[in-house]
């Protein structure tokens, strides 16, 4: 399975970037997502709870960072085990700035184990991208907020 695409965020990448790898913050960006523990500077481990039809059930998950240039880009490899089987691959983001906000451009390639393999491929891409977009529109939320401080505050 290959995933791409891309998001206009309302940040700058200097205000982005530590939300995206700080462990509390990631909690309330990934859907589902219960515990996020950062057992490594480039290592990360938790558990994400999904309620999807088909995929239901605990997820524990494993991130390792294994290239990063900051605030621009960063590649990753990872994996989800649960109930219906496990996703590994790989995946990377990159930040490009634009004016006051910034375009996040993603891509990740992945193999499914197990009876999520059975899915039809055009729905497990649906979920995956439907979660993605998820988790950047509650990052955005978050970025938009913290710029509505900084005005009240100016």
């Known amino acids: 399975m290959k995933i791409t695409g891309n998001y206009t965020l309302d940040g700058s990448r200097q205000d982005i970037w530590p939300l995206i790898h700080d462990p509390i913050s990631l909690v309330g960006l990934i ?13 990360y481990r938790g558990q994400v ?10 997820y524990t998950t494993y991130v390792k960072l294994i290239e990063v240039e900051a605030p621009r880009y960063c590649r990753f490899e990872g994996k989800v085990e649960g109930p219906a089987g496990s996703i590994s691959g790989t995946a990377s983001f990159k930040l490009e700035p634009m004016d006051a906000k910034s375009i996040l451009e993603y891509e990740g ?15 497990a891409e649906g979920i995956a991208q439907s979660l993605i977009k998820q988790g950047l529109d509650k ?16």
Request: with cysteine; glycine share 6%.
């Open 49 to 58: 709870q999904l309620r999807l039809p088909a995929v239901s059930g605990a």
């Open 31 to 43: 859907p589902g997502c219960e515990q996020l523990d950062q057992i490594s500077p480039d290592e």
């Open 109 to 123: 390639q992945a193999m499914i184990i197990g009876s999520l393999a059975r899915l039809d491929s055009r729905f």
């Open 139 to 154: 990052l955005n939320a978050q970025l938009q907020m913290k710029q509505t401080r900084n005005i009240i505050i100016k």
